[in-house]
């Protein structure tokens, strides 16, 4: 599977900026907020995997996850894995 995301030269002037002071936060949600649109257009289509299939892809995703931010990622604050920081303002 080949993932294009299109990221505005703002957001990734943001990005860039945030890599150069070291703001490992504000980089990651910056990077959910550039995914977004291309993980709502994915999950609007259903394509015919089977289990394994799935598996497979997720498998390869989290490895190119990985590739990208490397093995010293901290782990994700309390308040990111809350109801609040899942949902937002959404009900």
Do not use: Q
Request: net charge negative.
């Amino acid at each position: 599977m080949i993932l294009t995301v299109h990221v505005p030269l703002d957001l990734e002037k943001k990005v860039r900026e945030n890599i150069s002071i070291g703001d490992i936060d504000a980089v990651r949600n910056l990077l959910i907020e550039a995914l977004e649109p291309t993980v709502e257009a994915l999950m609007n289509t259903t394509p015919d995997l089977s289990v394994e299939e799935f598996e497979e892809k997720l498998d390869k995703l989290v490895e190119l996850f990985m590739e990208c931010v490397g093995p010293d990622v901290p782990p994700l604050s309390d308040y990111a894995l809350s109801r609040e920081g899942i949902y937002g303002d959404h009900p």
